[in-house]
C-alpha cells in the first residue's frame, strides 16, 4: 500500500558564525551548507497494517513523514500510496489520506470545534448523509459530544488530540499518519487514544504510520516496527524479531543484606564484561542488574551471584522494549 | 465550470466561517467597527486638507486628480477586503511551519490561502472610494455609452488581480527566504504613486509604475479611459493583458515555491 524506496531529502542551510558581527558576514556572504536530513529509507507498508516508525530525536522521522503527506519534495528517491504519488497529483493523493501532528493542530481555533467539522466536510467534498453517519461513528469512539459546542481554544489537550483525529478521520482516509498523536497525554487519555486507533484500525482496515517516543503506544498498537537513526534504515521486522536480534539483555532482581554490592560482585573483573555489557542499580536492600546474556549464560550469571552474597529473593526478567531502544539509540547501531 | 463552481462555494465558507470567527469576539469585533469609523472620518478629512490646497495639477483639474484617487481605491480595497491573508504567508505561515496545513489538504494552496481570511477593514478604502467618485462625478463630466461601462465592469477585477498578482509573487519568495513580508511592503508601497495622474511624474517614476510594478494600470489608466475615453486598446486593454501576466507569474513563482518549501522541526 505504501511504497518507500531510497527517499532522500537534502536541506539548504546557511551557516554563520556566532554573535552580531557573524550575522553581518553571512548577511553579506551567505556560507551555504547542504544537510542531509533523510539519506536513504526504504520501506513497505501493507494495508491495515498499524507500522510503527520510530528513531530518536532528530534522526529524519518527521521528515520522512512529512514527504509522505505532501508536505515536502523528495529530493530524490520514490514514495507512493496505492501507486500515486504526492509530487505529481498532490490534490487527489491528500484525499486519500489523514495526518495528524500532535504538536500542531489543524481545528478553528476560535470557533466552536464544530464548525472546523463542518468546513472540513466542505473541502473533502463528503456528502450530508456520510458526514452525518461519520460523525455518529467518530463521537461513539473518541467520545466528542461533551465538548463539540466549545471553543477549540478551550479545550484540554486531550480533548484537543481526540478532535485533532476525529478531523484527521471524517473523510475515511485509507491511510492515517499519526505523528507523536500521545505526546503529553495522561495515561488514561493515552490509553483511549490507542483504543480508539485500534478500533478504527479493525474496523475500516485503515492503514496507520505510527511516529512515537512512548514505546508502550507501539508496543500495544504495532506488530512491526521500522526503526531509522540519521537519515537511515535501523531496523525493519517485528517486535519478537527485534527483541531475539537486540534483546539479549537479561535483568537480575533481588534483595540482600550485603553492603556495596557492585564491589563485592565485581561481575567485570570476573567475566570480563565491556562497559556497556553490565551495570547494576541499587536501592536499599534491592538490586537490579542487566547483563548481556550472549557473554554469560543467566545460569553461570545466577550461580556465581549466589555463590558471592547472601540472597533472600530473586528473579530473572527479559529486557523490556523499552531497554532495547535505548540501548540502540544510545549506541547509534 | 464545475472547478469554478466548488471554488466559489469554498469562497463563501470561508467568509462565513470568518464572519463567525469575528463575532465570536464580540468587544473586539465592536471597537474595531468604532476604530474603522474613526478612521474613515480623519482619512476623508486629511485628503479634503491636501486636495483644497492643490486646485490644479499639471493641467488636470481638483475634480479629476479626486475621482481618479477614488477609483484607485476600488481595486486596492477589493484585494485587500479578499486576498490579504496571502501577508501571513510572508510574515509567519512559512517561518513557522504553518503553512503544513494547506499542503495537506485537497484544495489549491493559494486559493487556500488566499480567501482564508476577509479583511474588513479594506471595506473602509471601498466606501471611501466610492464616495470620492459620487462626489466628484457630475463635474468631471463623462460621457456614458454601453460599451464604456461594459470596460469597466471587466477592468475592475483584472486591475484587482494586479495587485493580488504582485502580492502573490512577493509572498512566495518566502518559500526560499523563509520572510518576505518586508519585500512584499516595499512593492506594495509603490502603488501610492499610482493614486495620482501619471503624468505629474519624470519619466522614471512613470515607467516603473508603468512597465516594471505596474501599478499605474490599477488606478490612472483605466480612469484615464473613463475620463476622457480615450484609446480603449491601450488603457483598458493593457490593463487586461499586463493583469494576466502578473498574476501568471504569481502562480509561476508559488508552484516553483511549494516545491522548495521546508516546513519547520516539529
Redesign the interface.
Known amino acids: 500500500m505504501i511504497y518507500v524506496e531510497n527517499l532522500k531529502k537534502e ?1 539548504k542551510k546557511t551557516v554563520k558564525a556566532p554573535g552580531i558581527m557573524g550575522s553581518i558576514k553571512s548577511f553579506i556572504k551567505p556560507q551555504k551548507e547542504i544537510v542531509t536530513a533523510v539519506k536513504d529509507i526504504s520501506f513497505n507498508v501493507e494495508k491495515g497494517e498499524i507500522l510503527g516508525f520510530i528513531g530518536p530525536n532528530g534522526a529524519g522521522k ?1 521528515t520522512v513523514i ?1 514527504m509522505l ?5 523528495p529530493t530524490s528517491g520514490i514514495c507512493t500510496i496505492n501507486g500515486k504519488c504526492p ?1 505529481d497529483d ?3 493523493y ?2 486519500e ?1 489523514g ?1 495528524v ?1 500532535g ?2 493542530t ?1 481545528l ?1 481555533w ?2 466552536p470545534l464544530r ?1 472546523t467539522y463542518g ?1 472540513l466536510k ?4 463528503v456528502p450530508d448523509d456520510r458526514y452525518h453517519k461519520r460523525m455518529a461513528f467518530l463521537n461513539e469512539v473518541l467520545d466528542l459530544d461533551s465538548f463539540i459546542t466549545s ?1 477549540v481554544r478551550t479545550l484540554s489537550l486531550g480533548q484537543r488530540m481526540r478532535a485533532d483525529i476525529a478531523a484527521s478521520l471524517l473523510h475515511s482516509p485509507k491511510v492515517l499518519f499519526l ?1 507523536e498523536p500521545t505526546i503529553g497525554l495522561d495515561v488514561v487519555v493515552k490509553d483511549n487514544i490507542r483504543k480508539a486507533i485500534e478500533y478504527i484500525n479493525k474496523q475500516e482496515k485503515t492503514t496507520v504510520v505510527l511516529t512515537t517516543h512512548d514505546l508502550s503506544d507501539i508496543e500495544l498498537l504495532s506488530k512491526r516496527i521500522v526503526m531509522i537513526d540519521k537519515g537511515s534504515n535501523v531496523f525493519d521486522g517485528t517486535i519478537p524479531e527485534l527483541k531475539s536480534k537486540y534483546g539479549q539483555i537479561r535483568e537480575l532482581h533481588f534483595e540482600t543484606d550485603t553492603a556495596d554490592v557492585s564491589s563485592v560482585l565485581a561481575y567485570s573483573e570476573h567475566f570480563g564484561f565491556c562497559k556497556d555489557d553490565v551495570s547494576i542499580e541499587t536501592e536499599g536492600s534491592s538490586v537490579k542488574v542487566r547483563f548481556n546474556s550472549s557473554i554469560v549464560p543467566v545460569s553461570d550469571m545466577l550461580s556465581y551471584t549466589l555463590g558471592k552474597i547472601n540472597i533472600t529473593d530473586i528473579s530473572v526478567k527479559d529486557a523490556d522494549i523499552e531497554e532495547i531502544i535505548r540501548r540502540l539509540y544510545k549506541q547509534g547501531v | 465550470m464545475k472547478q469554478i463552481k ?1 471554488l466559489l ?2 469562497h463563501r ?2 467568509v462565513v ?1 470568518e464572519l ?2 469575528m463575532m ?2 464580540k468587544g473586539d469585533f465592536i471597537v474595531g467597527i468604532i476604530g474603522f469609523l474613526l478612521g474613515q472620518f480623519f482619512n476623508m478629512l486629511f485628503i479634503w486638507i491636501i486636495f483644497s490646497q492643490i486646485p490644479n495639477l499639471a493641467g488636470w483639474t481638483l475634480e479629476q486628480v479626486v475621482f481618479i484617487y477614488g477609483f484607485s481605491l476600488i481595486p486596492k480595497g477589493l484585494d485587500h477586503l479578499l486576498f490579504d491573508n496571502l501577508w501571513a504567508v510572508g510574515h509567519w505561515l512559512v517561518r513557522k ?2 503553512f ?2 494547506y ?6 494552496t493559494l486559493f487556500h490561502v488566499m480567501v482564508e481570511k476577509l479583511q474588513i477593514d479594506a471595506l473602509g478604502e471601498l466606501i471611501m472610494g466610492i464616495a470620492l467618485i459620487c462626489i466628484t462625478l457630475p463635474s468631471v463630466a463623462i460621457e456614458w455609452s454601453f460599451v464604456k461601462i461594459l470596460l469597466i465592469i471587466i477592468a475592475i477585477p483584472f486591475a484587482t488581480l494586479i495587485y493580488t498578482g504582485i502580492k502573490t509573487a512577493t509572498a512566495a519568495i518566502a518559500f526560499w527566504t523563509k520572510r518576505s513580508g518586508n519585500i512584499t511592503y516595499m512593492f506594495y508601497m509603490v502603488n501610492d504613486f499610482a493614486k495620482y495622474p501619471v503624468t505629474i511624474y519624470n519619466n522614471t517614476v512613470r515607467n516603473i509604475i508603468t512597465y516594471i510594478i505596474p501599478f499605474a494600470f490599477t488606478a490612472y489608466y483605466p480612469a484615464l479611459y473613463i475620463l476622457t475615453g480615450e484609446n480603449p486598446f491601450f488603457n483598458i486593454g493593457m490593463t487586461v493583458i499586463i493583469s494576466i501576466i502578473v498574476m501568471t507569474i504569481g502562480v509561476i513563482v508559488w508552484n516553483k515555491g ?6 519547520a ?2
Open positions: 536541506f518527521s512529512k503527506t505532501g508536505i515536502l519534495t509530487t498532490r490534490k487527489n491528500v484525499k489520506i495526518v501532528f504538536q500542531r489543524q478553528w476560535d470557533l464548525e468546513v466542505e473541502i473533502y467534498e471553543p505523528d | 466548488r462555494r469554498m465558507i470561508f466561517q463567525k470567527r465570536e469576539y511551519g504553518d503544513d496545513r499542503l495537506t489538504r485537497p484544495i489549491n511549494i516545491k522548495a518549501y521546508e516546513s522541526g516539529s
